[in-house]
């Protein structure tokens, strides 16, 4: 069994992960704290058979990415807040035309260039909806070093399956934490690729969801010819403004992820068997709260963690069952309450929501959250 142990840095294990996953392209600009992973992958890449290349700036990044996939490679970029703000129009462009590729945003505070060398998980709606219209999205938080590598090559992974952009959405913290990891069953991983036309060209319609949700795909430079468009399209690529097909299309490229949030989401549980305070915790923050759980029980107080590894789509399910059995839920975040917003409307005053909440560019400690589980025990 193939095993690695070393100390790595966050957004190394992200360009680790990604080369694990069959990373062929790479398109991005500089920007911190994201900047190691364009730095490692432009060492990186060209030796293992892959292209990277710097780009002017974020929105052309995100062109070069889709461009990129469109002709079979799997294709990443990596960026932060403001950065994502500019990759927005051709992240929603991924989503309408059913184009996969791993955006990965190591999340720093805001609005505008806002903080640039301090955490934040402010972006987490820009995340859900930082492209205009209803479309699809998947995105996941890890929330250490070891996790960041395993949750790059599942982003890329969902991606390919479902056709669809998948965001990696990381924070200072992580991205420049180092940590001992150790990496095992490499060479047991599963990696997955997007499903290919069974038919000859001629008679290959790029959108023909009639077996499947999501359309076999057929790369750029293998024989096949189509359409590629941001317009609402037909099953040929080609725009329609027919009511029937626009309400059909809209609603595919959704369902194809509502209806698989089962197989999407992942969550790790911890203490709740018993427990009779909640937290949801995600990302960085979730690291300060597991602390927090376990100083709490070492005083005998009945808390446990629910902790997403995929963001969106959300874990409603999980976050009723917690509902269930406690009396509240405390909500820690590197922002406002963006997502104690989504887990109240998920709860639906079954208990009530604790937020705790810094926008000052420092972490959340174990204590602070602790001083709210005395509070309320």
Known sequence: MEKIVRVMQGNEACAEGALKAGLGFFAGYPITPSSEIAEILSEKLPVNGGKFIQMEDEISAMGAVIGASL?????????????FSLKQENIGFACMAEIPCVIVNVQRGGPSTGTPTMPSQGDVMQ???GSHGDHPIITVVPNGVKETFYLTIKAFNLSEKYRNPVILL???IIGHVYEKVELTGLDEIRVINRKKPEVPPEKYLPYDASDSDIPPMANFGEGYRYHVTGLVHDETGFPTNNPEKIDKLIRRINSKITDNVDDITEVEEIYLDDAKIGIFSYGSTSRSAKRAVSTARENGIKVGLLRPKVIWPFPTRQVQELAGSVKCIIVPELNLGQIA???EWAVRDKVEIIKINRVDGEPIRPQEILDVIKRVA
């Open 71 to 83: 002709t079979g490679v799997k294709a990443m970029t990596a960026t932060s807040g403001p950065g």
């Open 127 to 129: 995340a859900r909806w």
């Open 170 to 172: 990381m924070d200072e």
């Open 341 to 343: 917003h989504e887990v």
